[in-house]
């Protein structure tokens, strides 16, 4: 049962351009969604949350977007750059539990 | 420290020794989570700590794996009988708390443990 999903493996954007990143949940007591970053062998990094309760929330370039009746979530990166070139995790949080995190989205950002 | 700090970085073993897997979360979290990642695929959650005590084991695949977490800082992913569909990067992370997804994890570089 995957809880999180994310259904484009792969993507790839101009640099300047705008990319989106799409993200679908099953579990609707998810109180907190959460996207990292993640670069070749390294851990994964935080870049920005939403609460449950939010239907956006924006942090310099980053902004992510809630549709709760839908159960999707959405990243926005504008503009993007070739350093946003990476695997990008949507995760969802459970109160009082862990962290449940989709197989991720490989972000190519063309020169 | 700085970060969180997983040791070794690699580690090679065969089919049916056993290993230990370290991580060093920051100073004063309190919530240490352990997850597993093979390839091609996301992050998937084993166990998680608050302070010394198991919180949630339910990720544990099976028996042969076992956290500790003594002293509610350091932490040790054990894995007896090793199998080779145990390949994978070990990743270990913390929070300062527990509870809400407000909390923030700061995750490690990771463990690659290949199996041979």
């Known amino acids: 049962d995957q809880q999180v999903k994310q259904n484009s493996p792969s993507l790839s954007v101009q640099e300047g351009r705008i990319s989106i990143l799409n993200c679908d949940y099953t579990n609707s007591m998810f109180d907190y969604f959460l996207w990292y970053k993640k670069y070749p062998a390294e851990g994964p990094t935080f870049l920005i949350s939403?609460?449950?309760?939010?239907d956006k929330n924006e942090d310099g370039r980053f902004t992510v977007f809630l549709n709760k009746s839908a159960k999707h979530l959405s990243l926005h990166i504008v503009p993007s750059q070739p350093g946003d070139s990476a695997v990008y995790f949507c995760?969802?949080?459970?109160?009082?539990?862990?962290?449940?995190f989709g197989p991720g989205t490989r972000l190519s950002v063309l020169p | 420290g700085a970060g969180v700090s997983q040791t070794p970085s690699n580690k090679v073993t065969e089919k049916g020794k056993y290993v230990e897997l370290r991580c060093d979360p920051i100073?004063?979290?309190?919530?240490l989570y352990w997850y597993r990642q093979s390839l091609g695929q996301g992050p998937e959650f084993l166990i998680y700590?608050?302070?010394?005590?198991?919180a949630d084991d339910s990720g544990l695949p099976n028996d042969r794996f076992f956290a500790v977490r003594p002293e509610g800082s350091v932490s040790t992913l054990k894995i007896q009988r090793t199998e080779r569909g145990d390949s994978a990067v070990y990743l270990c992370?913390?929070?300062?708390?527990w509870g809400s997804g407000a909390n923030v994890l700061t995750f490690g570089a990771g463990s690659r443990l290949t199996v041979l």
């Open positions: 992370a913390s929070s300062p708390t």
């Open positions: 939403i609460s449950s309760i939010k």
């Open positions: 995760a969802g949080h459970n109160y009082g539990q862990n962290f449940v």
């Open positions: 700590f608050q302070g010394t005590g198991a």
């Open positions: 100073s004063g979290h309190t919530a």
